[in-house]
Structures are given as C-alpha cells and as structure tokens.
T-cell receptor, first 118, second 112 residues
Framework: DVKVTQSSRYLVKRTGEKVFLECVQD?????MFWYRQDPGLGLRLIYF???????EKGDIPEGYSVSREKKERFSLILESASTNQTSMYLC?????????????????FGPGTRLTVL | AQSVTQPDIHITVSEGASLELRCNYS??????LFWYVQSPGQGLQLLLK??????LVQGIKGFEAEFKRSQSSFNLRKPSVHWSDAAEYFC??????????FGAGTRLAVHP
C-alpha cells in the first residue's frame, strides 16, 4: 500500500528559528512535492523535485528551500521562520511520467504537519 | 492562467440525500482531472480521476464524477450521503510537468 509519512503532525516554533520538515515515501516514486494549505486558498505548491538533487520552484517558494539527497526523502526548510508561515504543510509523491506538458499522474499525500510560528 | 474553481465553500446535506459538488476548470486543453477528500486532521485521499475515455468516472466510497467538456466542469456526485462523508473535498487539474492545480475546496457537513 502506498505510504507517505511526515516527521511531525504538530510543530511549534519561534520567529527566526530554522525549521526542517521531513517527508519519506516508500513507493520508489521519482516525484515529490511540498504544499501549504490555508483556509480558503486550497493547496499551493511550494517546491517539487523530479529526481534526487533536482528541484523546481512552485508557486510560492519565497522563504522556503528544499533538499533531496535520497530518492525516498524530501525535506522542506524554513531558513528563518515567520508568523506568516503558520500553516498546514502537506507532502506528496507521484510516479514518474514523461515530462509532457499535459501529463500528470496521481499524487499521494502524507498526513500533514501543522506548523505554528509564534 | 490555469485555474480550478469550486464555487461552493460550504455545503450541508442530510444523511441519505444526494450530493453534487461543483468544479470548473480553466485550461487551454482538456486536462487530467482529480477529486480528493480530506478528513479532519488527515492528508488528502484520491477519490477518482479522469484521464480520457468514458466521461463518467467511478471512484471509491460510492462517488462518481462526470466530465463535461462544453461546460469545463467535473462535478462530483453521490446518490446517498453517509455521515462519514463529512470532510473537505478538493478538485484538481493537471498543470503540466506533474503539477496539480487545486481548487479552494468545499467543506461538506452531513446532518443526521
């Protein structure tokens, strides 16, 4: 069965702290994604990765960075947390598809990390 | 720009009643379309997806969705709602290069 896990369900940090959110998938998927979810805004893509050490910016990358040193693990980093980064963070993975403009395969989601920055 | 619109933020139905959640997309071509469900405190679970072929798609938990190209819609339906269906529902469309564009979500409440 497909499984995506995230290191924490709830996290409380202080402004200015460096924050690491970890995501692990056991499906040997090439693609991994980080979203943030806010009420009324749906899910917004922060970064995604289509291969180890490869990353691409999503729609709202400002204030975030990512790391993918191993295929199964994708980390989201908040270099200096701010209160406006308080949100639910969702990780997802999907299998590789040809990089066709219109081709998107199913994404499988982790349970989410609710981050509060004080 | 590509976008997905879910016009209804909140919907309340009685248990046993039928349900239709609306989804419209704005896209240059026929995208791949998805419906996900999110129970409280959980991640997103795929209900169904449309890639091509038959425009009526069956999913898990008794849900179905119909793709209508002329209306740029992909509405989700269920003939008889159960209390356990109370959740938030997200429509999504392929945004290219494995990206998904999500709607803002519809929160479903079920009255006993």
């Amino acid at each position: 069965d497909v499984k995506v896990t995230q290191s924490s369900r709830y996290l409380v940090k202080r402004t200015g702290e460096k924050v690491f959110l970890e995501c692990v998938q056991d499906m040997d998927h090439e693609n991994m994604f980080w979203y943030r979810q806010d009420p009324g805004l749906g899910l917004r893509l922060i970064y995604f990765s289509y291969d180890v050490k490869m990353k691409e910016k999503g729609d709202i990358p400002e204030g975030y960075s990512v790391s993918r040193e191993k295929k199964e693990r994708f980390s989201l980093i908040l270099e200096s947390a701010s209160t406006n980064q308080t949100s639910m963070y969702l990780c997802a993975s999907s299998p590789m598809t040809p990089r066709d403009l219109y081709l998107t395969d199913t994404q499988y989601f982790g349970p989410g990390t609710r981050l509060t920055v004080l | 720009a590509q976008s997905v619109t879910q016009p209804d933020i909140h919907i309340t139905v009685s248990e046993g009643a039928s349900l239709e959640l609306r989804c419209n997309y704005s896209y240059g071509a026929t995208p791949y379309l998805f419906w996900y469900v999110q129970s409280p405190g959980q991640g997103l679970q795929l209900l169904l997806k449309y890639f091509s072929g038959d425009t009526l798609v069956q999913g898990i938990k008794g849900f179905e969705a119909e793709f209508k190209r002329s209306q740029s819609s992909f509405n989700l339906r269920k003939p008889s709602v159960h209390w356990s269906d109370a959740a938030e529902y997200f429509c999504a469309a392929s945004g290219g290069y494995n990206k998904l564009i999500f709607g803002a979500g519809t929160r479903l409440a079920v009255h006993p």
